[in-house]
């Protein structure tokens, strides 16, 4: 069973930085391809970063690409999204979730997926 849990949102003022984690289980982390979604109030939920299974390609949202970076640590099955230089509407649940077979740009479709864990909450507030 695959389970992914998400950590390390928290409350921080316009202009930090946050490491978010997101921790697997019940799968070979990598062989998977991670991305990170997030959703903010009364908004659809979108992607934010994708990383394929070998760590060699990303896609990323086009507003998020300059400020954001995803990466992964196999051995640890875990991946992580560093966000410098937040903005109030970077303020939202972050998820995490993994496929296998596919495009990092294929995991914009988030009708693949059929569970989702908690999500972790990142606020940007002064």
């Known amino acids: 069973q695959v389970q992914l849990v998400e950590s390390g949102g928290d409350l921080v003022q316009p202009g930090g930085s946050l490491r978010l984690s997101c921790a697997a289980s019940?799968?070979?982390?990598?062989?998977?391809?991670p991305a990170w979604y997030r959703q903010a109030p009364g908004k659809q939920r979108e992607l934010v970063a994708a990383i394929a299974s070998g760590g060699g390609a990303t896609a990323y949202a086009a507003n998020m690409k300059a400020r954001f970076t995803i990466s992964r640590n196999n051995a640890r099955d875990t991946g992580y999204l560093q966000m410098n230089s937040l903005k109030p509407e970077d303020t939202a649940v972050y998820f995490c979730?993994?496929?296998?077979?596919?495009?990092?740009?294929?995991?914009?479709?988030?009708?693949?997926?059929?569970?989702w864990g908690q999500g972790t909450q990142v606020t940007v507030s002064s």
């Open positions: 979730n993994a496929a296998r077979d596919v495009l990092t740009t294929d995991m914009r479709d988030l009708s693949r997926f059929s569970s």
């Open positions: 019940g799968i070979i982390f990598s062989t998977y391809t």
